[in-house]
């Protein structure tokens, strides 16, 4: 079992920025891929970022540039540090780890963007 808690949710207006962070604990495998969904109201999960353990990255294309994802395998904890935020980024973000054989998520955070 692998247990997340995710931190750093909030309101913040255009333009503006916040960070995300998400800690896992329990029986962590070595090899594996941690990062962030996100889901607004009436639209599907979008996977927002994600990083494996051996540093690639990924990104959806709305974020590119604005959003960057990092982690601290010693802590296993991955960021998501988000600038240039807009209304559209509003969502709960999930945090996500995942192995070839199982995934696990957070309990989300609220993002919201706006004036």
């Known amino acids: 079992q692998v247990q997340l808690v995710e931190s750093g949710g909030g309101l913040v207006q255009p333009g503006g920025s916040l960070r995300l962070s998400c800690a896992a604990s329990?029986?962590?495998?070595?090899?594996?891929?941690m990062g962030w969904y996100r889901q607004a109201p009436g639209k599907q999960r979008e996977l927002v970022a994600g990083?494996?353990?051996?540093?690639?990255?990924s990104y959806a294309d709305s974020v590119k540039g604005r959003f960057t994802i990092s982690r601290d395998n010693a802590k296993n904890t991955v960021y998501l540090q988000m600038n240039s935020l807009k209304p559209e980024d509003t969502a709960v973000y999930l945090c996500?780890?995942?192995?070839?054989?199982?995934?696990?998520w957070g309990q989300g955070t609220q993002v919201t963007v706006s004036s």
């Open positions: 996500y780890y995942s192995t070839y054989q199982e995934r696990y």
């Open positions: 329990g029986s962590i495998s070595r090899i594996n891929t």
């Open positions: 990083m494996h353990s051996g540093s690639s990255r």
